[in-house]
């Protein structure tokens, strides 16, 4: 069963910090490039970040130096800690596989605003 449930977001002044979560179901996450994606208002969902099987990790260059994905094999799960938030930082969140993203999950809204 194809499942993703991501949580962690929230409101935060601009330069602040949050650390998103996702568990994925092992059908998912074994074996796959996992990322994080995300989709503002009135824009095209997008990747920000990804991770491969042996931890190689990728970023969109907006996010590069700010954002850090990491995973937990045993747990089938991916972490973004995102840190000096920006108000262009405002949207949905979401993890999938990558470069096949499958059933996506609810995501969890961040939001920069002071």
């Known amino acids: 069963q194809v499942q993703l449930v991501e949580s962690g977001g929230g409101l935060v002044q601009p330069g602040g910090s949050l650390r998103l979560s996702c568990a994925a179901s092992?059908?998912?996450?074994?074996?796959?490039?996992m990322g994080w994606y995300r989709q503002a208002p009135g824009k095209q969902r997008e990747l920000v970040a990804t991770?491969?099987?042996?931890?190689?990790?990728h970023y969109a260059d907006s996010v590069k130096g700010r954002f850090t994905i990491s995973r937990d094999n045993a747990k089938n799960a991916v972490y973004l800690q995102m840190n000096n938030l920006k108000p262009e930082d405002t949207a949905v969140y979401y993890c999938?596989?990558?470069?096949?993203?499958?059933?996506w999950g609810q995501g969890t809204q961040v939001t920069v605003s002071s």
């Open positions: 999938n596989r990558v470069p096949l993203p499958v059933g």
């Open positions: 092992e059908s998912i996450f074994i074996s796959n490039t």
């Open positions: 991770i491969s099987t042996d931890y190689s990790t």
